[in-house]
């Protein structure tokens, strides 16, 4: 059974930076396509943005730019770095697995606010 743990959410002022770690375990790390996705208050969860195991990227259009997705499989870790930060960003983020055969799984989520 696939297991993601997501860290380094927190509070940041508007214009600042954070970098979300989401270390996966029980999979062949190489062989999934990782993603973020995100849940405001009272709003659906919403793509973020996804890694294929080629490493191609893709982002929702509100944060090109801004956020970057990467990942290293020697350490079964993706990584989310977002700079400037605006308040709209707010929102727990949760990691995202999703198998060759097409199965998925989801990280228990972190928190970010962004907030003067």
């Known amino acids: 059974q696939v297991q993601l743990v997501e860290s380094g959410g927190g509070l940041v002022q508007p214009g600042g930076s954070l970098r979300l770690s989401c270390k996966a375990s029980?999979?062949?790390?190489?062989?999934?396509?990782m993603g973020w996705y995100r849940q405001a208050p009272g709003k659906e969860r919403e793509l973020v943005a996804t890694?294929?195991?080629?490493?191609?990227?893709n982002y929702a259009d509100s944060v090109k730019g801004r956020f970057t997705i990467s990942r290293d499989n020697a350490k079964n870790t993706v990584y989310l770095q977002m700079n400037s930060l605006k308040p709209e960003d707010t929102a727990v983020y949760y990691c995202?697995?999703?198998?060759?055969?097409?199965?998925?799984?989801w990280g228990q989520g972190t928190q970010v606010t962004v907030s003067s």
């Open positions: 995202y697995a999703l198998s060759h055969i097409g199965s998925q799984s």
């Open positions: 890694i294929t195991t080629t490493r191609y990227t």
């Open positions: 029980g999979t062949i790390f190489s062989t999934e396509t």
